[in-house]
T-cell receptor, first 114, second 112 residues
Framework: KAGVTQTPRYLIKTRGQQVTLSCSPI?????VSWYQQTPGQGLQFLFE???????NKGNFPGRFSGRQFSNSRSEMNVSTLELGDSALYLC?????????????FGPGTRLTVL | QKEVEQNSGPLSVPEGAIASLNCTYS??????FFWYRQYSGKSPELIMF????GDKEDGRFTAQLNKASQYVSLLIRDSQPSDSATYLC????????????FGQGTELSVKP
């Protein structure tokens, strides 16, 4: 079974630009979560989508948004990029939302904001 | 106080020894706990999860959970140099959906 895929793998943007990242979950998984990883803050939860609905949102500004499509693929968008948005963005998929919610991560998108 | 806390390390153990990684959490509503391994430059890889008090074994790995003490641990037996990585502990309160709360990670170094 194919794993979680994320595109692009690397991105370089300048301040003020916007960016869209894509995530394709494991086949059959309906939940997709997004995380930001930085050396200083570690892994931080951005948001979770389940059956095209945002179920939970982390403490990030409104510049960070996302959506999920009917095929469970998800995108996240960051508008008006800031230097501090440079990070590894990870998406994780899981079969369903319950306490056995094993989340499997994709390879990530490394975003550099200049 | 951080919601999930881990010693950042580095934790250094000789090859063949037992590595013990610890994690505490503050949200008593957390029901499940996950251990991920992350190699430098790679994404986290799920090692195992636990949701019941006690021990759960999977090969060389044993996860331990004590909900009364709000304590989770991961033991790695017969440590190998290939186990050298950062180990991330995460807690899930499924009443809040799929939001994993991660600790900062413990860097493990296994010396040949």
């Amino acid at each position: 079974k194919a794993g979680v895929t994320q595109t692009p793998r690397y991105l370089i943007k300048t301040r003020g630009q916007q960016v869209t990242l894509s995530c394709s979950p494991i086949s059959g998984h309906r939940s997709v979560s997004w995380y930001q990883q930085t050396p200083g803050q570690g892994l931080q939860f951005l948001f979770e989508y389940f059956s095209e609905t945002q179920r939970n949102k982390g403490n990030f500004p409104g510049r960070f948004s996302g959506r999920q499509f009917s095929n469970s693929r998800s995108e996240m968008n960051v508008s008006t990029l800031e230097l501090g948005d440079s990070a590894l963005y990870l998406c994780a998929s899981s079969l369903e939302r319950d306490r056995y919610n094993e989340q499997f991560f994709g390879p990530g998108t490394r975003l550099t904001v200049l | 106080q951080k919601e999930v806390e881990q010693n950042s390390g580095p934790l250094s153990v000789p090859e063949g020894a037992i590595a013990s990684l610890n994690c505490t959490y503050s949200d008593r509503g957390s029901q499940s706990f996950f251990w991920y391994r992350q190699y430098s430059g790679k994404s986290p890889e799920l090692i195992m999860f636990i949701y019941s008090n006690g021990d759960k074994e999977d090969g060389r790995f044993t996860a331990q959970l004590n909900k009364a003490s709000q304590y989770v641990s991961l033991l790695i037996r017969d440590s190998q140099p290939s186990d050298s990585a950062t180990y991330l502990c995460a807690a899930l309160n499924y009443n809040q959906g799929g939001k994993l709360i991660f600790g900062q990670g413990t860097e493990l170094s296994v010396k040949p």
